[in-house]
């Protein structure tokens, strides 16, 4: 039970992922580490995380995580040029979670200012569940460590399980017997037959998203541009439920402007977009929108 | 085979003559037999409708049991065999088994002490070690089942489905059907890991560590990012 | 579960520092820990070996075993727990299971006395066919014997343990020595399973087809993971 009072030690003899060779180029020549060497040194970018933030000797409620962030990017490099070689589910929640510790550390560089745009919102919210995420996962490990310890203790006792005594066997009553050798072979069958994978979980329910309509968002940014405001592409998706609905009105203002409809301006590279609408106020319909976003499936 | 408790209502006509308490040993000693042949956790309720007893009387019998098997009750020294080794005062010491109510039932096991003595006796049953990975698993499914392997990836951050077999396999874990929206295969923890725990019930597993804040929520939050 | 002996010439060496006397309970205590749960009968010798005792100590030590569990030595009454039902003198009564030595084995087996409660225990709910786990698991076995529990485990994906000890009791398959590799029991089909499918050999099974997997590519998480 010593993981009860331990903070942030990770359980076992998987101790500190950051002392493996792997977080080391050269510890890593002449022999390339298999894939079992990764999943034996961590189980997880979770678990990597917290070996990070506890050799670190960090608070994880507290944690700095641009203080981990170089090291969980370089260990991540380092796999990849050992050519270890990643799942692309495994290395995508890698990058995932890199990718949000790179943001945390930009913002973090950047002057500390008010909270102001949706995009500071966004990495706080990033934050937070980054944090919780890790939180959980930390939990976790800790209960598992108490299983693995328990199931250690209790493997010392063993259950009595033994054969029944001839005389209680012999009193069973006679095996009902039914199938015939063919039978017992379509059985044999089936069961030696390697199973299907049980079906899938991955999510799937995006692929049926409720279906966006390039048209219809047309018709909303056309209300919105033609009160006679300039807005910035960020206004003009601040609304939008989801990214299909940003993809839409981004595509849309594109055949907007292919009609003339509206006009671009942008300062600076990479700053803000702003549109004009640039038609008259009844010289563009949505009808106008080419059909090649409509059939869709 | 499994120990199944005759149904009370019969058993009393087909052993209406029965009274245990007549045989040499008595109730207690009656208790024992049934416990030399179970290969499953009985309870007293099972062994009380066996037995033609009242479940109290089983439990009392039940208490007394696990007491004497370690070495609580008697400290009278035992002359009659004083002259075999260890033996001075040895009714009073623990035997070498004891009885444990795990899983929902009573069962006899070896005294933990003599793990490795009994071990080399015992090839099959001991068990394999889990890996990291797979005690990860195994705890988030014990604590948030019934669940899906979709769930346990994104709790652990990493594909779950061939620790999820060999859990399967080894009997820790089992299906429990499938989730009625997503049609995901949902996973629980069978008897058999309640045994290995040597707990009642996952009610008795430890607290989730208790400063979590407000774990639900996120959880849903992000599961519902990935569906 | 099967009872093997450790290798005397081994069994010293890594036991070096056992002691069992030291053990709560003793040396006797340590031969019931073993007797306790060994499914196959051990000699005084094999007790001998695994324990690091003299064969006359173990022999000693079971024949006090034997006349304690029938109430044999002690006739003292037990004030200590007097108040219990049934307890007067009961450190002097028969336990319910007896210390019996067969072919030169020991093992302990439930109390003659008590073969009716227990028949009946263990009769009900028995039933006279085989589920369909026993019977696929079975399939498996007699198309692939021999072959350990861990393959059967990986083949049909779930644990198969207490299937085969009812294949076992039922006379179906049968121990057929262990696997010299990873020294796990094998199993095979015995003559009665011939005989109930009507066969004269298992040659005489039908054929499956030829595209099924054989064992290589199954997983062997239980022997390679086995310490």
Do not use: C
């Amino acid at each position: 039970m010593a993981l009860a009072g331990t903070p942030l030690a990770p359980a076992g003899p998987h101790a500190d992922p950051a002392e493996l060779p792997a977080a080391d180029p050269l510890a890593g020549s002449g022999k390339k580490p298999g894939f079992e060497v990764r999943l034996v040194n961590f189980t997880g970018p979770f678990d990597l995380l917290l070996g990070l933030i506890s050799k670190h000797q960090l608070d994880i409620t507290e944690v700095a995580l641009a203080t981990v962030t170089d090291e969980f990017i370089k260990y991540i490099r380092n796999l990849q040029q050992l050519g270890e070689e990643w799942a692309l589910d495994e290395a995508s929640e890698f990058l995932v979670i890199a990718a949000t510790l790179l943001d945390l550390k930009a913002a973090r560089l950047l002057p500390a200012g008010e909270v102001e745009d949706d995009e500071d919102v966004a990495l706080l919210e990033a934050r937070d569940l980054l944090f919780a995420r890790l939180l959980q996962y930390k939990a976790f490990k800790q209960v598992a460590g108490l299983i693995n310890s328990t199931l250690e203790l209790e493997a010392r006792s063993f259950p009595r399980q033994v054969a029944l005594e001839e005389h209680f066997a012999a009193l069973l009553p006679e095996l009902v017997w039914r199938h015939t050798p063919g039978q017992f072979a379509a059985l044999a069958e089936a069961a030696l037959k390697p199973k299907e994978a049980a079906p899938s979980e991955v999510g799937l329910a995006h692929l049926h998203g409720s279906a966006v309509s390039v048209k219809e968002q047309a018709e909303i940014l056309g209300l919105m541009l033609q009160a006679g405001r300039p807005l910035s592409f960020r206004a003009l998706i601040a609304d939008a439920e989801s990214t299909l609905v940003v993809v839409a009105r981004f595509l849309a203002l594109l055949e907007m402007f292919r009609d003339k409809a509206v006009a671009f301006d942008q300062l600076l590279p990479l700053g803000d977009l702003t549109v004009h609408w640039t038609a008259g106020r009844d010289d563009w319909s949505s009808e106008n929108l080419t059909e090649e976003y409509e059939e869709q499936p | 085979m499994s120990a199944n408790a005759p149904d009370p209502a019969t058993a009393g006509e087909a052993d209406s003559g029965l009274n245990v308490a007549e045989l040499p040993g008595g109730a207690r000693a009656a208790i024992e037999a049934v416990l030399m042949v179970i290969d499953q956790p009985a309870t007293a309720v099972e062994l009380a409708a066996g037995l033609n007893l009242t479940v109290d009387a089983v439990e009392q019998l039940l208490a007394e049991l696990q007491r004497e098997y370690n070495g609580y009750t008697v400290n009278a020294p035992d002359s009659d065999v004083a002259t075999v080794i260890n033996t001075v005062g040895h009714k009073s010491r623990p035997r070498g088994f004891e009885l444990r109510n795990i899983a929902g039932g009573w069962r006899i096991y070896s005294r933990a002490d003599f793990a490795d003595v009994v071990g080399g006796f015992v090839l099959e049953g001991q068990t394999a070690r889990l890996t990291q990975a797979a005690l990860e698993t195994l705890a988030v499914i014990a604590y948030r089942q019934p669940v899906s392997r979709a769930r346990v990836s994104a709790i652990r951050g990493v594909n779950v489905d061939s620790v999820v077999r060999t859990l399967m396999q080894r009997g820790l874990i089992e299906d429990s059907g499938t989730d009625p929206e997503s049609g995901a295969v949902l996973y629980r923890t069978t008897s058999y890991f309640l045994e290995r725990m040597g707990i009642g019930s996952v009610a008795e597993l430890p607290q989730l560590s208790p400063h979590l804040p407000g774990l639900e929520g996120i959880e849903e939050f992000y599961d519902a990012g990935r569906m």
